[in-house]
């Protein structure tokens, strides 16, 4: 069992940054982000599988995961932020499908960008 605490999330002007964390029970190999926008479905952002990262094409150059294996925490840094990047975002760990969802998932924490 993994269980997963986000948090960071808020509210921010388009082309602020906000920088997500969630922290985990324990060490796991595979981490990564999703969010989910009302009425769309959820969508992996962003993965870490070790220090192998990958991210959605949406994302890229924006975003960074990175994590403090001391801390059990990874992190979500998301700088020049959108109106469309506004969602619940979900930490996920451990799950056999892309961005390693499918495993543990997290309560999520709300991002919201104004324009």
């Known amino acids: 069992q993994v269980q997963l605490v986000e948090s960071g999330g808020g509210s921010v002007q388009a082309g602020g940054s906000l920088t997500l964390s969630c922290r985990a029970s324990r060490y796991t190999y595979c981490m990564g982000w999703f969010r989910q926008a009302p009425g769309k479905e959820r969508e992996g952002v962003a993965a870490i599988f070790g220090y192998s990262t990958y991210y959605t094409d949406s994302v890229k150059g924006r975003f960074t995961i990175f994590r403090d294996n001391a801390k059990n925490t990874v992190y979500l840094q998301m700088n020049s932020l959108k109106p469309d990047d506004t969602a619940m975002y979900y930490c996920?760990?451990?799950?056999?499908?892309?961005?390693?969802?499918?495993?543990?998932w997290g309560q999520g924490t709300q991002v919201t960008v104004s324009s």
């Open positions: 996920a760990a451990e799950g056999g499908l892309a961005y390693c969802g499918g495993g543990y």
